[in-house]
């Protein structure tokens, strides 16, 4: 099994939602996430002072998904949210020892 | 506010009509039958009553309208201005102006700045202390035709916002017991003497007195050059926040603050167009200058913005906004719609330099522009009150000419003298005050109290919770 965190846009949340529950993907986590990477932030101005923003907002999708479904779900999630635009985002993929579904003490890839 | 359209006109017009009709009906009879005279009398007397009830009813309204200048107005306009975790702790220095400043006025503070002789050239007396007669009869010597107490609460409503207006520049570092004694202090010792000067009877500054006459519709020099210059004093005296300069100190909420400056917007009817002191024709003229000058500032605030800095900003607006209606505040009762446009359009752009520009140069930390929209206003306001006031306007000189419009230049000068007066009195009193209070009960936060914010550290709550 691997975890998949993928920081996009949050305007390309919903197409992200939409591609991933077309491929079967129904379980995920998101969170309202602050963040840059090379994306440099922008300057706010209040009566003159100007701001140095560099923290932008941005959208951070969690899922555990089986082996043999990663490279679909990474090629399916790059498609959706990508503008081709500095900022799009990033992908990493960690490995899951175990999962387990609380309600029936299913295990492994059964609990997904 | 002491500038008052001839008393009982509406009398003496009914009075000259039932004459002339009496001496066209009874030219033949000499005399005047008694029931005629009794019913004159009593036509008299309801002409009277309207004219109470129609100043009455606006000067309560104007009443309220002031008292909503603080809060919401202020409390929301400044709230939104500070971090989150100063949210409370600056819509608390409005807030409880409503509180402490009524408290003071009812006592003494009242007679103070309005009780006294035609000799009381600086302060009043403890004639109207304890609100010692002060009831539903008229006092004749400021509003003829509404209840004293009316009269004594509309003026009150304006010791309100006045300190409330300082706290814009100590914002988000003041202890709350230090605040609270600088308030009562600042007002009895720097308030009360200069709205006696300008209002009070006998006060060297007023129509009613012997001094240099300066005019001031609604409060230019009263309210805000002596809150605008205070707040500069204790931007200095207090220090700058902690991590100004390099830390982001963004307003929480500019939308908090939108919503305030529309209601001070608002409000201000009630304290230019209110300062006519009755429903008439001046107050009318007040109401639009009030309002051309707001609209005129706003506009020319945000196209300085949008050329110097970039982009038009909504904090640029309503900062103009309260800029324009701070600067036409002295001028209302005397310019013409068309002059109140050009006031607002030079404050608009004279305050948005002090604030983004010349601010910066100094590098005091006048937190939330309170010397900078209210000192600076102000000063502009009355000076150019100097040379656009007319008498087409407000006859006030009985004919001779008003401003430098009319031809009258020498009272740009009264209007500069009236201002270094406040200046003068805003400094060294609130040097003097700043002293005392430090010693006595300590004004800056400490740095923990500081950091962790005044909701917290001066309140024990908090303005907003995450999980609802």
Redesign the interface.
């Known amino acids: 099994m691997k975890r998949i965190e993928a920081i996009i846009q949050p305007h390309k949340l919903d197409d992200a939602k939409e591609a991933l529950k077309g491929i079967g993907i129904d379980g995920m986590t998101i969170t309202e996430v602050r963040g840059h990477g090379r994306q440099k932030g922008h300057t ?6 100007e ?1 140095k ?1 560099d923290l932008l907002p941005k959208v951070k999708l969690e899922m555990v998904v089986a082996d043999a479904r990663l490279e679909e779900v990474i090629k399916t999630l790059t498609a959706a949210a990508r503008t081709g635009k500095i900022g799009d985002g990033k992908i990493f993929v960690f490995e899951v020892a175990d999962a387990i579904r609380i309600r029936n003490d299913d295990r492994g890839d059964a609990a997904l | 506010m002491t500038w008052l359209s001839p008393k009982n006109s509406s009398r003496t017009g009914i009075r000259c009509l039932f004459l002339s009709l009496l001496s066209a009906g009874l030219a033949a009879a000499q005399t005047v039958p008694p029931e005629i005279l009794e019913r004159l009398e009593k036509a008299e007397k309801a002409a009277a009553n309207a004219q109470t009830a129609g100043d009455n009813g606006w000067m309560l309204v104007s009443s309220a309208l002031v008292l909503m200048m603080t809060a919401p107005g202020l409390a929301l306009f400044y709230g939104g201005l500070v971090r989150k975790k100063n949210v409370l702790g600056t819509m608390m220095h409005s807030f409880l102006m409503m509180g402490l400043v009524t408290v003071i006025w009812a006592l003494f503070g009242y007679s103070l700045a309005f009780g006294g002789t035609a000799d009381s050239k600086w302060i009043g007396d403890l004639s109207f202390a304890f609100m010692n007669g002060v009831g539903t009869a008229p006092n004749g010597d400021y509003a003829g035709t509404i209840p004293h107490l009316t009269f004594m609460v509309y003026q009150l409503m304006f010791a309100v916002i006045t300190p409330a207006l300082i706290s814009g520049a100590f914002a988000e570092r003041i202890k709350f017991t230090g605040m609270m004694l600088f308030m009562t202090l600042w007002l009895i010792i720097v308030y009360l003497p200069m709205a006696h000067m300008v209002w009070g009877k006998g006060g060297y500054f007023g129509a009613l007195g012997t001094g240099i006459q300066a005019f001031d519709f609604a409060g230019g020099t009263v309210v805000h050059i002596t809150s605008g210059v205070s707040a500069l004093v204790c931007a200095m005296y207090l220090g700058k926040r902690k991590g100004y300069g390099s830390e ?4 929480h909420s ?1 939308v908090l603050s939108t919503v305030g400056a529309a209601l001070l917007w608002v409000g201000w009817f009630g304290f230019n167009a209110g300062s006519a002191l009755n429903a008439s024709g001046l107050a009318s003229s007040a109401f639009v200058a009030t309002h051309f000058g707001a609209a005129a500032a706003a506009m020319a605030w945000l196209f300085a ?1 949008w050329m ?4 038009p ?1 909504m ?2 607006a309503i ?1 103009g906004a309260v800029a324009g209606l701070v600067a036409i505040t002295p001028a209302s009762g005397f310019v013409t719609p068309m002059s109140a446009l050009m006031i607002g359009a030079i404050a608009g752009v004279v305050c ?1 330099l002090m ?3 010349v ?2 140069m100094f590098g005091y930390d006048d937190a939330l ?1 309170a010397f900078g929209v209210h000192g600076i206003g102000g000063t502009l306001g009355a000076i150019l009150t100097g040379v656009f006031a007319t008498k087409e306007v407000n006859d006030l000189r009985a004919g001779m000419p008003m401003g430098l419009v009319d031809g009258n230049g020498g009272q740009v000068m009264n209007q500069i003298i009236a201002s270094a007066v406040a200046w003068g009195l805003g400094i060294v009193g609130t040097l003097v005050i700043l002293f005392v209070v430090d010693k006595i009960a300590g004004l800056r936060t400490t740095d923990a109290e500081e950091t962790e914010g005044l909701d917290l550290s001066m309140h024990g709550e908090e303005g907003y919770h995450m999980e609802g």
């Not at chain 1, 706010?44 to 002072?49: K, S």
């Not at chain 2, 982001?248 to 307003?251: D, N, Y």
């Open positions: 706010e101005t209040y009566r003159g002072m701001y923003v | 982001a100190m963004r307003p500019v913005e110097v800095i970039g982009k900003s904090l640029g900062s948005f604030v983004a520009k601010k910066a522009d």
